[in-house]
């Protein structure tokens, strides 16, 4: 009997390791919308949308805006021919902030037979900002 692998597809673009060469400024901001998250870090800003999905809808280096979608970034899985992905969400994901990370926790989706659970960390280190996701 053959096995069906899980195919992971993450819909980014090379933000894993994203290496932002800029002098450190302000943290975490609260934008004005409910869900809505922005982090700011040296010239660096992107924002995070966790209000019924999990996604990276902007991101802007120097000023320009360089991601810009209503769905912007998320993951998804492809499963038997079935698609799951952080842009429909079983539960609400909750976000924490701390000096040196954000983390969005709390993403989940899938159906009945396959619940996906992810932890995004957007860490600062030094001059940089490293995605990571856990499942």
């Known amino acids: 009997m053959k096995s ?6 993450l819909f980014f673009i090379a933000l894993f390791g994203l290496s932002v060469q800029y002098a450190p400024a302000a943290g975490v ?6 869900g809505i998250y922005t982090i700011n870090y040296g010239k660096f800003k992107m924002q995070l949308d966790f209000s019924g999905k999990a996604s990276v809808t902007s991101v802007s280096i120097n000023g320009r805006e360089v991601v810009h979608a209503a769905d ?7 499963v ?11 539960s609400k994901p909750v976000i924490k902030e ?29 001059n940089n900002i490293v995605w990571k996701i856990s499942r």
């Open 80 to 90: 038997n021919g079935k698609t799951f992905s952080s842009l429909q969400l079983l």
């Open 29 to 34: 901001d609260q934008a004005g919308s409910p």
């Open 72 to 78: 912007g970034m998320f993951t998804l899985v492809n």
């Open 4 to 9: 069906n692998p899980i195919f992971t597809s």
């Open 98 to 126: 701390s000096p040196s990370a954000v983390t969005l926790k709390n993403i989940k989706y899938g159906d009945q037979s396959l619940t996906v659970s992810e932890t995004w960390i957007f860490l600062k280190t030094g």
